[in-house]
């Protein structure tokens, strides 16, 4: 393939990419946020895969597969196997602001994210023009912003696991040698963050019989005033 088709395949995957960035900001249902990232981790490999095409980069195939085989299949089999299925089916999620003005802070955010890989390009790869970099800055930026208005404990996760995808799709253009023990590495931490989470959440689950962030707060701040009582 030519270099010009590779570079409009990539164009075409990381625009895919930031829509899933945005869906993910306002979906409402636990599975459809996770079935969002899904896609979007498949979108980030393939974008590795078309960057090695282009570049015979060998480490960019090495990322795309340690993708692929990780956070489109063992990431939901793990949720699953410790994620009680009513929280990981759950309809609705609870956020602090409603959809129309998430998706306008949304927006306003990946404009951000747009001026602020340009200095960022120019001082680190002055070469690469390609979209990589302000749409992956666009979604580790959505991401955290998933994670400061959602409520619930899977979909804070899979903000997380968004912002990584996000630095992995500009990383993977600006260090195109990237080491595959580097992406490993990584991936194994997402794995023991997301089994941990895992756990945590099918214990409050069966305990307090929510998942609500906000929820657990306030049953830490009446601990205390409890055990005074007893006093």
């Keep these: 393939m030519t270099d010009q088709l590779l570079d409009n395949l990539n164009a075409l995957v990381t625009g895919l990419f930031l829509l ?3 869906g993910i900001v306002a979906m409402r ?13 498949i979108l980030l490999a393939l974008s590795a895969l078309i960057l090695g095409l282009r570049h015979g980069s060998e480490d960019l195939y ?16 793990l949720l699953r196997i410790t994620v009680p299925e009513e ?3 759950r309809r609705e999620v609870s956020q602090a602001l409603n959809i129309p003005t998430s998706l306008l802070i949304a927006l306003a955010l990946a404009i951000l994210a747009y001026f602020i890989s340009q200095p960022l390009l120019n001082a680190v790869a002055p070469e690469f023009q390609g979209p990589n970099v302000p749409i992956g800055i666009a979604g580790l930026l959505l991401g955290a912003f998933a994670i400061t208005v959602r409520r619930e404990a899977i979909p804070l996760l899979v903000g997380i696991l968004a912002m990584e995808n996000g630095a992995f ?15 490993l590495a990584i991936a194994t931490d997402g794995l023991v ?15 307090i019989g929510t998942t609500a962030v906000g929820e657990l707060a306030r049953l830490k701040e009446m601990a ?8």
């Design 29 to 41: 249902q636990t599975r459809g946020v996770f079935n969002l990232f899904i896609i979007q981790s």
């Design 87 to 89: 929280v990981y089916t």
């Design 193 to 207: 963050v997301v089994f941990i989470m895992g756990v945590l959440t099918r214990a409050a689950k069966r305990h």
């Design 62 to 77: 090495g990322v795309a597969l340690v993708n692929i085989i990780i956070k489109p299949l063992i990431l939901p089999w």
């Design 20 to 22: 899933t960035a945005f």
């Design 169 to 183: 799709l500009s990383g993977i253009a600006i260090s195109r040698g990237l080491p595959l023990l580097v992406e």
């Design 224 to 231: 205390p005033a409890a055990g005074e009582g007893e006093e």
